[in-house]
């Protein structure tokens, strides 16, 4: 079973950065157009960013210029940078497969203090 496990998130000041990481147990990467996601407290999961089976990346308005999406395929991981962070962007981060999700990980938290 295909497992997902995000990771590099913290405690971080109104601008600054992290460098989020998603790796698999498995060839999900390869064959999916993958996704990072986040849930803030009290709200509905959302999609941040999308990257595709052919790299093209993709962003929601709101975090456009500020984050990156990237993926290594040697290393079945999906990468998040974000820069510029904002107390907004305060949530649990989440990957998976845009068309066919698995079962969602664990998440990693990413704090913004104002």
């Known amino acids: 079973q295909v497992q997902l496990v995000e990771s590099g998130g913290g405690l971080v000041q109104n601008g600054g950065s992290l460098r989020l990481s998603c790796t698999a147990s498995?060839?999900?990467?390869?064959?999916?157009?993958m996704g990072w996601y986040r849930q803030a407290p009290g709200k509905q999961r959302e999609l941040v960013a999308f990257?595709?089976?052919?790299?093209?990346?993709n962003y929601v308005e709101s975090v456009k210029g500020r984050f990156t999406i990237s993926r290594d395929r040697a290393k079945n991981t999906v990468y998040l940078q974000m820069n510029n962070l904002k107390p907004e962007d305060t949530a649990v981060y989440y990957c998976?497969?845009?068309?066919?999700?698995?079962?969602w990980g664990q998440g990693t938290q990413v704090t913004v203090s104002s």
């Open positions: 498995g060839s999900i990467f390869s064959t999916n157009t």
């Open positions: 998976n497969a845009l068309q066919s999700p698995i079962a």
């Open positions: 990257i595709t089976r052919g790299g093209g990346p």
